[in-house]
């Protein structure tokens, strides 16, 4: 399959899209003045430990505390070493101790970071761990002898110091040379050393390391010899994307390309991203997905729309709910990636009866979710055609990363209906009703009153007769449409 990866820099922001046969994928964005955290470390000192919650909350110098979990505090303290070979946690589970942290997801509207004490440096082919003595090979890499050949190395390159630290070799490196793995383990080992200088340093809570900039960490991540070009658009950040591939890939230099301005426009990017900001996702024979984002899961219905299928009884039918939910999985799956939905997501399909059809839609779904990077995990069809997945977080989903709250529906969604918001105001005009006052004046949004002279009409004829005195309505533009005012005239 054809790959592209844009890039798009300017003085504000870093965009990047990834191209999959010429439609978008994913997207990443940055903004310089709110970079992301996650991959930072710190020196924190816990300021609250909750033994109900198995947790404490570290203080890391930001706005909100990280969050962490005590079984990770094993390990992470100055205390002498246990019988395991472990250091405890010494007076680290106290307030006022200190840990050495990192972001492991970024934190939400009302929630601090996830913090960990499981440090890791990642490089495009291997995964430091620095307080961790173990090895691991991707599970993407099935090949046995190559498994074989990278977990030799690998030993090779911890050597003594295994049972201090370890690493994770990514699947990038598969096929890659010997030199180019030693090399990186060099560079990663060297940066580790820097940390662990600025450990003792600094006092806490300070931030001790930060992560590469959006372009490194996509094109560490993401770009490899599946990518047929890698485009940028802005000089800062082309030579950046130049000096890292010169130092960590050099062989990749030959698919980068300054591109002219424009590079997002020429290839509608901005149009895609707005799409995906939608509800709903529209499938090529006409059915669409309604997306639901909730604070406990992530909904995405699957609907038929338009596409019922030629006349014909059970056998077209059958092939219509077949040929939905087979473009359903695959359209899911690109949503997913390029919204970056995480946690608990449940697809609901249509309903199919024949078990090879449900098979043949599973099928699909597992080879579209190979193409996702994140961690996920995938259950069965249900026997009510619901899809469970769960799928790792790390950073902001792309609306929480481009949308606020609506001032208007104050992030509900929806706001009352116009027939609610007319007895609402009959509610209220009826308990000022015999006060004695001359006037009552009402001000109300244009559609309320437009309501109130046409589909409600009935209510303001109610509320006219409960009075002895007549109501001046007039419509406000600058009222928000759940809102009114009335306003009692007093007598002379």
Same mark, same amino acid.
């Given at each position: 399959m054809? &790959? *592209?990866? $844009?890039?798009?820099?300017? /003085?504000?922001? @870093?965009?990047?899209?990834? !191209?999959?046969?010429?439609? #978008? =994928?994913?997207?990443?964005?940055?903004?310089?003045?709110?970079?992301?955290?996650?991959g930072n470390i710190y020196k924190g000192r816990?300021?609250?430990?909750?033994?109900?919650?198995?947790?404490?909350?570290?203080?890391?110098?930001?706005?909100?505390?990280?969050?962490?979990?005590?079984?990770?505090?094993?390990?992470?303290?100055?205390?002498?070493?246990?019988?395991?070979?472990?250091?405890?946690?010494?007076?680290?589970?106290?307030?006022?101790?200190?840990?050495?942290?990192?972001?492991? &997801? *970024?934190? $939400?509207?009302?929630?601090? /970071?996830?913090? @960990?004490?499981?440090?890791? !440096?990642?490089?495009?082919? #291997? =995964?430091?761990?620095?307080?961790?003595?173990?090895?691991?090979?991707?599970?993407?890499?099935?090949?046995?002898?190559?498994?074989?050949?990278?977990?030799?190395?690998?030993?090779?390159?911890?050597?003594?110091?295994?049972?201090?630290?370890?690493c994770i070799v990514r699947t990038a490196a598969a096929g890659a040379p010997a030199e180019d793995l030693a090399r990186e383990y060099e560079v990663l080992a060297d940066l580790w050393r820097e940390i662990e200088g600025r450990v003792a340093a600094y006092a806490a809570p300070a931030l001790i390391h930060q992560e590469e900039e959006l372009a490194v960490r996509v094109i560490r991540d993401h770009f490899g010899e599946e990518f047929g070009a890698l485009l940028v658009d802005g000089s800062d950040a082309y030579r950046v994307i130049r000096h890292y591939l010169g130092r960590v890939q050099p062989e990749l230099l030959t698919r980068l390309e300054r591109s002219r301005r424009g590079l997002f426009d020429r290839y509608r990017i901005d149009d895609g991203v707005d799409a995906a900001l939608e509800p709903k996702a529209?499938?090529?024979?006409?059915?669409?997905?309604?997306?639901?984002?909730?604070?406990?899961?992530?909904?995405?219905?699957?609907?038929?729309?338009?596409?019922?299928?030629?006349?014909?009884?059970?056998?077209?039918?059958?092939?219509?709910?077949?040929?939905?939910?087979?473009?359903?999985?695959?359209?899911?799956?690109?949503?997913?990636?390029?919204?970056d939905l995480s946690g608990i997501l449940v697809i609901d399909l249509i309903d199919m009866e024949h078990?090879?059809?449900?098979?043949?839609?599973?099928?699909?779904?597992?080879?579209?979710?190979?193409?996702?990077?994140?961690?996920?995990?995938?259950?069965?069809?249900?026997?009510?055609?619901?899809?469970?997945?769960?799928?790792?977080?790390?950073?902001?989903?792309?609306?929480?990363?481009?949308?606020?709250?609506?001032?208007?529906?104050?992030?509900?969604?929806?706001?009352?209906?116009?027939?609610?918001?007319?007895?609402?105001?009959?509610?209220?005009?009826?308990a000022h009703a015999g006060r004695g006052c001359r006037q009552v004046a009402v001000r109300v949004h244009p559609a309320v009153l437009d309501g109130l002279k046409g589909s409600e009409s009935d209510v303001l004829d109610g509320m006219q007769g409960a009075f002895d005195v007549p109501i001046l309505l007039r419509a406000d533009p600058d009222l928000h449409r759940e809102h009114f005012v009335v306003t009692e005239i007093e007598g002379s």
């Amino acid at each position: 399959m054809n &790959r *592209e990866l $844009l890039v798009e820099g300017d /003085p504000h922001q @870093t965009r990047l899209a990834v !191209l999959e046969a010429g439609r #978008l =994928v994913e997207f990443f964005v940055e903004r310089h003045r709110g970079r992301g955290l996650a991959g930072n470390i710190y020196k924190g000192r816990v300021r609250r430990v909750l033994p109900g919650m198995r947790a404490a909350f570290v203080d890391l110098g930001l706005e909100r505390d990280g969050y962490l979990y005590l079984e990770e505090m094993e390990g992470a303290g100055s205390g002498a070493p246990g019988e395991d070979g472990r250091r405890s946690s010494g007076g680290i589970a106290r307030r006022g101790g200190e840990v050495l942290v990192q972001i492991a &997801r *970024e934190g $939400l509207a009302d929630k601090g /970071p996830r913090v @960990t004490t499981e440090i890791t !440096l990642p490089g495009r082919y #291997l =995964v430091l761990t620095p307080l961790a003595g173990r090895l691991g090979i991707s599970r993407r890499i099935e090949d046995p002898d190559e498994r074989t050949r990278l977990r030799t190395m690998a030993l090779e390159l911890c050597g003594d110091a295994l049972e201090e630290a370890g690493c994770i070799v990514r699947t990038a490196a598969a096929g890659a040379p010997a030199e180019d793995l030693a090399r990186e383990y060099e560079v990663l080992a060297d940066l580790w050393r820097e940390i662990e200088g600025r450990v003792a340093a600094y006092a806490a809570p300070a931030l001790i390391h930060q992560e590469e900039e959006l372009a490194v960490r996509v094109i560490r991540d993401h770009f490899g010899e599946e990518f047929g070009a890698l485009l940028v658009d802005g000089s800062d950040a082309y030579r950046v994307i130049r000096h890292y591939l010169g130092r960590v890939q050099p062989e990749l230099l030959t698919r980068l390309e300054r591109s002219r301005r424009g590079l997002f426009d020429r290839y509608r990017i901005d149009d895609g991203v707005d799409a995906a900001l939608e509800p709903k996702a529209p499938l090529p024979s006409g059915g669409h997905l309604v997306i639901n984002q909730t604070e406990a899961l992530v909904a995405i219905d699957v609907n038929s729309g338009r596409d019922v299928g030629a006349v014909g009884g059970e056998g077209s039918f059958r092939d219509t709910v077949l040929r939905t939910n087979l473009e359903a999985v695959a359209e899911a799956v690109r949503q997913i990636r390029l919204r970056d939905l995480s946690g608990i997501l449940v697809i609901d399909l249509i309903d199919m009866e024949h078990e090879e059809d449900r098979r043949r839609v599973f099928e699909r779904l597992e080879a579209e979710l190979r193409k996702d990077r994140a961690r996920k995990r995938v259950l069965e069809i249900s026997e009510f055609g619901l899809v469970q997945l769960t799928r790792q977080r790390r950073r902001e989903n792309l609306e929480r990363a481009l949308t606020g709250p609506c001032p208007t529906c104050r992030g509900r969604g929806r706001i009352k209906s116009v027939a609610t918001i007319c007895l609402e105001l009959r509610r209220t005009c009826l308990a000022h009703a015999g006060r004695g006052c001359r006037q009552v004046a009402v001000r109300v949004h244009p559609a309320v009153l437009d309501g109130l002279k046409g589909s409600e009409s009935d209510v303001l004829d109610g509320m006219q007769g409960a009075f002895d005195v007549p109501i001046l309505l007039r419509a406000d533009p600058d009222l928000h449409r759940e809102h009114f005012v009335v306003t009692e005239i007093e007598g002379s």
